[in-house]
């Protein structure tokens, strides 16, 4: 947590320092951007099985590419479409047959996202978006150790709903035509899609903290 205040506090200072000292270039503000972006996930699902404990994030990346259309001085419109990486882990405490069975499972959910942000220029170079998402399940699986074994189990996707949706906020710096962004997009489809899926994870929802980097290409 600490550490994430940090980069958000680190971020904002350059963002402010970008603010304050860039040059008003209205054609910049008004033109279309390109580029591509990649990253840094920290993703997390609530259990609300009370035998999982020790619940942490799962940490992956997401990359895809990004377009911004100019809707005035001060407004634009970013579309993106990103893989991006999520899910959670967090350890079992299983009473069967009288044994006592305990480890640790990792559930990864790989999703093809696209969200669309409303975009407030703060100048030419720093940047306040918020927006919804879609989402669609790419693949899913699950990595377990401990005493039921050591495996990597693909899981069958119709366990989970195939589509996900939410909202998403944050802030981009333009250094030039380098982007570096942090945003955090919070899921409101519940995961969990059948009976057996929802018996884990009851009406958990996917969030995520993003830290990206980028490129424009024009």
């Known amino acids: 947590m600490k550490t994430t205040r940090k980069s958000w506090l680190a971020l904002g200072l350059m963002g402010l320092g970008a603010f304050l000292f860039q040059p008003t270039d209205a054609t910049a503000q008004n033109r279309v951007r390109a580029g591509i972006k990649g990253g840094f ?4 699902i609530s259990f609300e099985n009370a035998n999982a404990n020790d619940r942490k994030e799962r940490y992956g990346f997401h990359g895809g590419v990004y377009a911004q259309i100019p809707a005035g001085e001060f407004f634009a419109i970013q579309p993106e479409l990103l893989y991006s990486a999520k899910g959670a882990s967090a350890n079992y405490n299983l009473n069967a047959g009288g044994f006592n069975l305990q480890g640790r499972n990792t559930f990864r959910l790989n999703y093809a996202e696209l969200p669309v942000l409303a975009t407030f220029k703060l ?14 399940l790419v693949n899913s699986n699950v990595s377990s150790t401990g005493d039921l074994g050591n495996s990597t189990l693909a899981l069958n996707r119709d366990a989970f709903n195939k589509f996900d949706y939410g909202v ?20 409101l489809q519940n995961i969990a899609n059948s009976a057996a899926a929802r018996t884990v994870l009851g009406n958990a929802k996917n969030g995520v903290g993003m830290i990206s980097v980028g490129f424009s290409v024009n």
């Not at 100048?123 to 669609?136: R, S, T």
């Not at 998403?168 to 899921?187: D, E, P, S």
């Open 168 to 187: 998403a906020g944050g802030l981009n710096v333009f250094l030039g035509k380098a982007l570096i962004g942090l945003r955090y997009g919070q899921g």
């Open 41 to 44: 996930n920290a993703s997390s």
């Open 123 to 136: 100048g030419n170079a720093v940047e306040l978006q918020a927006g919804p998402y879609a989402a669609y």
